[in-house]
């Protein structure tokens, strides 16, 4: 289970950080999943890998401040940051998502 | 000296790999300065690291297809590929450099 800790404020998100976030396919994929809705728990990804992976490639986005995540019952609830992602880097998740 | 195989032709280039690429401080400086002029050897740039590290990072921006090098007496000349990556990529360069 994340800690708040582990997600940056709005202020601290880090350009590099970011781009280092999105610069794989599988986190490219969930967060192309997550622009189409509000929310998703990590179980409703339909990707295959082991669930560690998978908890590895979340924990990345987190950390970079890309998705929030919330204790939903045992599920772990996802949401893109993209009103704190788009205000602190204007253009870059819709040129990144127009280019993925 | 690297050569011409290293860097990916346009229409192969990888969005991962560019975002990886841009993933990093020095890196992006890099960037930075190259967008401001036509062509720069890489001993101009006013970094201070080791010349093995500069390489290091050279190469991945070279790998990546984010800057194209030509040889130039025993100077290696660096420039954006601006054209290459806004084709492929509209918009990416202009938000991370934006933002950057």
Do not use: W
């Not at 490219?28 to 998703?40: A, D, G, R, W, Y």
């Not at 339909?46 to 908890?55: A, V, Y």
């Not at 979340?58 to 019952?73: D, H, P, Q, Y």
Request: charged share 30%; net charge positive; glycine share 4%.
């Amino acid at each position: 289970m994340p800690t708040k800790q582990a997600e940056p404020k709005k202020s601290d998100l880090q350009l590099t950080a970011v781009l280092y976030a999105l610069s794989d396919e599988t986190r490219l994929q969930i967060v192309k999943s997550l622009v189409k809705t509000e929310e998703i728990a990590c179980g409703y990804f339909d990707i295959d890998m082991p669930k560690s992976s998978l908890s590895h490639h979340f924990r990345v986005l987190r950390n970079a401040g890309v998705i929030t995540s919330r204790k939903e019952g045992t599920a772990l609830m996802n949401r893109l940051r993209k009103a704190d992602l788009d205000e602190r880097f204007p253009g870059l998740l819709k040129s990144i998502l127009g280019a993925a």
